[in-house]
C-alpha cells in the first residue's frame, strides 16, 4: 500500500444494473453500532473497492459464511477468487488479529471518507454489458496491424520511434490504473456469485430486481431455444459460408489480377469492379472479424472486449451497418430510377450527350480553328487537330451513341438493378457509365498531353543545343558541346518551327485539359459520395450519442462531493473521424496537389489511382 | 644629414647609417614602364575593324535580300547563285587545301546537302509559320534577334584562339527563320533560308581559314561585300539611310582605330623585381 502511485477508488455505485447504492451519507451519521468492510480487487498496486459489507457483528458475518474465521483469529473472505481480498474496514477493526495489515478507513474533519497515505478517487463502475470502457488515451480506431498485411521490420521501427510523445513509466502506470477499473463490475459479479449470502446485507432498494432479472433472461431464452431448433441446419449454413467465402476470395483474386501485359487491373479501371471487390472483401473478411471479436469475449467468460480488438468490432458493426443503409438507400434510387426513366432518359440525351458531349466539343474546336479569342494561332496546325478531334468525335458518335440511344432505358435498367445491391453500386454504375461515355475525351486529353509533353522537352532539349550545349544524362549535369554546322542549323531551324507551333498546341492541351479535369472532378465527387457511404464511420457517432462511455477518449478528473471523481472522456469529434479525414486528405493529394498540377503544366499525364483510397479503410 | 660614405643597398636586414625614411635615387631603377604592352599599328587596327565592318556587311547583305525578295519582288536566281558559286569556290579552295580532303569533301557535301533538303522540305511549313501573327510583331522580333547577335558576335580577332560562333550563328538563323516566315511562296522562303545559312554559317567558317593562309581574298572579300551592300543601299533606299551606312562605315573603319590609338598613351604598366602589393582594405583579405 506504500508508493507515490498508489491509489485507492472508493466506489459510489450507483449502477443501473441493481441501483445499489452506498450512501455516503450514511457513514457520516451512523454511529458505532454499524461497520463496513471494503472488499476490493487489487492489480499492479492500484486498488479497486469493488463491495462493502456492511454488518453489525463480525460473528453474523461468519455464521452467515460470508467471512471465514482463519486459526490465528484473522477473518478473510470466504471465496476462491484470490485477487478480490479484504483492504480495509470502516469503524472498529472487525477482527483482534490480522487487522494490522489493513486500512482504516474514517470520516476526516470535512465529514469526507479519507484513509492514511492514500488517496481516494471516486468513479462510477463501467458495465460490461454494454461494453463501457475507461481508457487512458482514446481509443485506436485503426487496426494496429492489418491481419493479412506484413509489415516490414523498419516500418514497425518507424512506428515505435516516431515523433510521438515518448512513453513514460508514469504513463504505463496510469495506463494499467485505468485500466483495472474495467474489471471492477465481473470481479464484483464473481464475488457475489460465489459468496450469494452477501446480497442479504446489501442495501437493495429495488423491490422488482427479481422480476427485472426474470425479464432480461427471456431473450436469452428465446435464443437458446431457437438455436437448438436450428442446429441440425447450422452446419449446412456453415458449409454454405464458407463456400460463398471461397468463391469470394476467387473472384477478388480476379479482379485483381495483373495481366501478363501491361493492362491495368479490373479494380483500377472499374469503379463497379472495385465496389464488388470491397463488398466481397468485407463479406470474406465478416466471419473472421465476428469470430475474432466474440471468441475473445467468451474467452474471459466476462463479456469484456480486450480494448485491442475494440477497433476490430467497431469496424465489423460500422459496415454491418452501412451496408444495411446502403442497400435501403438503394432501394429507394432503385424505385426513383423506375419511376422517372423516360423524363431521365431525355434529359441526358437531350442535354449531355447531345449537347454537352457532341455539339458544345464541336463548336469549341471549331471556335479554336480560327483565333480563339483574339490569339493567333498557326492556321494549318490548328485546322489539322481540330479536324482530326472532330473526326474522332463523329466516329464516336456513329459507334458508340447511335448505337446506345435506343437503349438508354435498358441502361437505366441496369442501375436501378444494381442499385438494389445497394446506392453505392448504382452510383459505381452510373460511375463507369460515364467514364465509358466519356472514353474520347479522357483520350483526347491523353492524345494532347503526349504531343504538348513531346514539343516542350524537344524545345528544351534544342535550347540547350541554341546555346552550344547538351545535357549529359550519365553525370545529370549540362555540359558545352561543339555541333557540327549542319547539327547546329537544322536544330535551330526546328527550334524556332517548334517555338512558333507552341501556342498552338498549348491551346488545344489546355482546353481537353480542362475538359477531363471537370470529368475527373465529377467522376471524383461520385467516387467521394461512394466512399462517403461505404466508409462513414456512422457506427462509432451513433454509440457516442447514444452512450458516450462505448467510445472512451481517455479520462478526466472533476470534484464530486468533495471526492476526486474519474470519469470517462468521451471521444474527440476529430478522433472519431480520423480514419475518414486521412481518405479525404488522400483524395485532396491525388486530385489537388502540386505535382498534379506541374503535371498538368508540363504535359505529364495525369492518372487517379482509385485503389488507393480504399487500402487506407480496407 | 651627413653624407655618408658607405653606399644605400636595398637591404633591410643590413644595419646601413641611413635614417628609416631615407629614399635613394635609385630605388626605381630597375622599375619598367608599359613592358609588356604592344603597341598596335594602324594598319593592324584597320584590319581588325575591318572584320566588324565585314560582319555588318553579311548582315546588311541578307536583309537587303529579304527587302529585295518581301518589297521589290526582285529575282532569286542572281543573288543565290552568286552566294552559291563562290560558296563551293571556297569549299573547293579549302578542301584543297586540306591534307585529309576526301573525307572532308564528303562530309561538307552531305552536310549542305542535307540542309538543303530540310529546307526545302521545311519551307512550306516555315512559310505558314506566322502567317496569322501581325507583320509589326515579326519585325520588332526580328530586331531584336539582331541585336542579341550583335552583342554575342564573336569577330576573332585572334586567329589563335578556338572559332565557335554558336550562340550567334543560331540567332541569325533563327532570325532568317522569323523573316523567311513572312515570304508568300516556297521559293522565296527556300532561297532566303539558303542564302543565309550560305553567308552565316558557312562563310565565316571560310573566312577564318582565308584569313590565316589567303589575305588578300580575306581582304577582297570584305571589299566586295562592302561594295556590294553600299551600291543595293544606294539603289534599293533612300539617301538617309546611305548616309547612315556610310558614316557607320567610314566610324568602324577609320575614327574607331585612330581613337584606339589616342588612347593607347594611357597604358601605364609597372613592373618590377617585385610583388604587386594587394592593398587589404577592411581588415580583410
Known amino acids: 500500500m506504500e508508493g507515490s502511485y498508489k491509489r485507492e477508488r472508493a466506489k459510489a455505485c450507483r449502477t443501473k444494473a441493481n441501483r445499489l447504492t452506498l450512501p455516503f451519507a450514511d457513514w457520516r451519521t451512523n454511529t458505532s453500532s454499524i461497520h463496513r468492510i471494503l ?188 438455436a437448438k431448433m436450428l442446429k441440425p441446419l447450422s452446419i449446412t449454413y456453415l458449409y454454405t459460408l464458407i463456400a460463398a467465402r471461397h468463391i469470394s476470395l476467387w473472384l477478388i483474386y480476379i479482379m485483381n489480377m495483373k495481366m501478363p501485359s501491361n493492362l491495368p487491373r479490373l479494380i483500377d479501371i472499374s469503379a463497379t469492379a472495385q465496389q464488388i471487390d470491397l463488398r466481397l472483401q468485407q463479406f470474406s473478411y465478416l466471419p473472421i472479424q465476428y469470430l475474432h471479436t466474440s471468441r475473445q469475449m467468451e474467452s474471459h467468460k466476462t463479456k469484456l472486449l480486450p480494448k485491442d480488438q475494440f477497433a476490430e468490432y467497431i469496424r465489423l458493426y460500422n459496415t454491418l451497418w452501412l451496408v444495411i443503409n446502403d442497400v435501403t438507400l438503394g432501394y429507394v434510387v432503385s424505385s426513383f430510377l423506375n419511376e422517372n426513366k423516360n423524363q431521365i432518359v431525355n434529359v441526358f440525351d437531350k442535354y449531355v450527350v447531345s449537347k454537352v458531349l457532341y455539339s458544345d466539343l464541336n463548336s469549341i474546336l471549331m471556335w479554336l480553328m480560327d483565333a480563339p479569342g483574339g490569339i493567333k494561332l498557326n492556321n494549318e496546325l490548328s485546322a489539322f487537330l481540330s479536324d482530326f478531334f472532330r473526326w474522332i468525335i463523329e466516329f464516336w458518335k456513329m459507334a458508340l451513341i447511335d448505337r446506345l440511344r435506343p437503349n438508354y432505358s435498358t441502361v437505366i435498367r441496369i442501375i436501378s438493378v444494381s442499385s438494389l445491391f445497394g446506392a453505392t453500386f448504382g452510383i459505381a454504375v452510373f460511375s463507369d457509365m460515364l467514364s465509358i461515355l466519356t472514353f474520347h475525351i479522357y483520350y483526347f486529353y491523353l492524345a494532347s498531353a503526349k504531343i504538348y509533353h513531346g514539343q516542350l522537352s524537344a524545345i528544351r532539349s534544342l535550347f540547350r543545343l541554341f546555346c552550344g550545349q547538351k545535357k549529359n544524362v550519365l553525370r545529370h549535369r549540362v555540359d558545352s558541346n561543339d555541333y557540327t554546322l549542319d547539327q547546329q542549323l537544322l536544330g535551330t531551324l526546328i527550334f524556332t518551327v517548334l517555338s512558333f507551333l507552341l501556342p498552338t498546341v498549348l491551346i488545344f492541351y489546355l482546353t481537353f485539359t480542362i475538359t477531363a479535369v471537370v470529368i475527373l472532378l465529377i467522376t471524383g465527387l461520385l467516387e467521394m459520395t461512394m466512399s462517403l457511404l461505404n466508409h462513414f464511420p456512422l457506427f462509432i457517432l451513433l454509440s457516442r450519442v447514444k452512450d458516450y462511455k462505448r467510445v472512451p477518449g481517455g479520462v478526466a478528473c472533476s470534484s ?10 468521451p471521444i474527440a469529434l476529430t478522433d472519431m473521424f480520423a480514419p475518414f479525414r486521412n481518405v479525404l486528405q488522400k483524395l485532396q493529394e491525388s486530385y489537388l496537389s502540386a505535382p498534379v498540377i506541374t503535371g498538368l503544366l508540363v504535359g505529364r499525364p495525369v492518372y487517379v489511382q482509385r485503389n488507393k483510397f480504399y487500402k487506407l479503410l480496407k | 644629414m651627413e653624407k655618408s660614405t658607405q653606399p644605400w643597398r636595398k637591404l633591410l636586414y643590413t644595419p646601413q647609417p641611413y635614417p628609416d625614411n631615407y629614399t635613394d635615387v635609385s630605388f626605381l631603377s630597375q622599375l619598367k614602364r608599359n613592358s609588356t604592352v604592344k603597341r598596335y599599328t594602324f594598319r593592324k587596327l584597320i584590319s581588325d575593324f575591318s572584320l566588324v565592318s565585314l560582319h555588318l556587311n553579311t548582315l546588311a547583305l541578307t536583309h537587303i535580300f529579304f527587302l529585295g525578295l518581301y518589297s521589290y519582288d526582285t529575282r532569286i536566281d542572281v543573288p543565290l547563285t552568286v552566294s552559291t558559286t563562290i560558296s563551293v569556290v571556297l569549299l573547293l579552295f579549302y578542301n584543297s587545301s586540306d591534307n585529309s580532303s576526301r573525307v572532308v569533301i564528303q562530309d561538307a557535301l552531305k552536310s549542305s546537302l542535307v540542309i538543303s533538303f530540310t529546307i526545302f522540305t521545311l519551307s512550306p511549313v516555315l512559310k505558314s509559320l506566322s502567317e496569322s501573327t501581325s507583320s509589326d510583331s515579326i519585325w520588332s522580333l526580328s530586331f531584336g534577334l539582331v541585336v542579341a547577335n550583335l552583342i554575342t558576335t564573336d569577330y576573332h580577332f585572334n586567329l589563335k584562339d578556338k572559332f565557335n560562333p554558336i550562340v550567334s550563328t543560331n540567332v541569325l538563323i533563327a532570325e532568317a527563320t522569323v523573316l523567311a516566315s513572312r515570304f508568300n511562296s516556297d521559293a522565296k522562303v527556300f532561297a532566303f533560308m539558303l542564302f543565309c545559312i550560305q553567308i552565316h554559317g558557312i562563310f565565316p567558317i571560310f573566312d577564318t581559314w582565308l584569313r590565316e593562309f589567303h589575305v588578300p581574298i580575306h581582304h577582297l572579300m570584305t571589299l566586295a561585300t562592302g561594295s556590294i551592300a553600299t551600291f543595293c543601299i544606294y539603289k534599293m533606299m533612300e539617301f538617309p539611310w546611305l548616309l547612315i551606312w556610310c558614316i557607320l562605315h567610314s566610324t568602324i573603319l577609320v575614327f574607331c582605330p585612330i581613337y584606339f590609338i589616342l588612347l593607347q598613351k594611357y597604358k601605364n604598366e609597372l613592373q618590377g623585381p617585385w610583388d604587386i602589393a594587394k592593398p587589404i582594405l577592411n581588415g580583410t583579405d
Not at chain 1, 126 to 152: C, D, F, G, H, V
Not at chain 1, 560 to 569: D, E
Open chain 1, 39 to 226: 472488499c476490493v480487487y487489487v492489480n499492479h498496486s492500484s486498488v479497486v473497492v469493488v463491495n462493502v459489507i456492511t454488518y453489525n457483528k463480525v460473528v453474523e458475518l461468519v455464521d452467515t459464511r460470508v467471512l471465514r474465521l482463519e486459526a490465528n483469529g484473522s477473518v478473510s473472505l470466504n471465496c476462491r477468487e484470490t485477487d478480490v481480498s479484504i483492504v480495509g474496514y470502516f469503524g472498529d477493526a472487525p477482527a483482534k488479529n490480522g487487522s494490522q495489515h489493513w486500512k482504516e478507513f474514517f470520516l476526516d474533519d470535512k465529514g469526507l471518507i479519507a484513509c492514511r497515505d492514500s488517496m481516494i478517487v471516486s468513479f462510477e463502475p463501467p458495465l460490461p454489458r454494454s461494453m463501457q470502457l475507461y481508457t487512458a488515451s482514446p481509443i485506436e480506431l485503426y487496426l494496429s496491424q492489418s491481419l493479412n498485411e506484413k509489415t516490414s521490420p523498419y516500418v514497425d521501427m518507424v512506428r515505435t520511434h516516431g515523433h510521438k510523445r515518448a512513453f513514460t513509466p508514469q504513463d504505463l502506470h496510469f495506463t494499467q490504473s485505468v485500466e483495472t477499473l474495467n474489471r471492477c463490475w465481473i470481479k464484483r459479479t464473481l464475488l457475489l456469485t460465489q459468496i450469494p449470502q452477501m446480497q442479504q446485507t446489501w442495501l437493495d432498494d429495488s423491490i422488482c430486481r427479481q422480476l427485472r432479472q426474470k425479464i432480461s433472461q427471456i431473450p436469452y431464452m428465446i435464443f437458446r431455444i431457437m
Open chain 1, 560 to 569: 464530486l462531493n468533495g471526492y476526486i471523481h474519474l470519469r470517462i472522456k
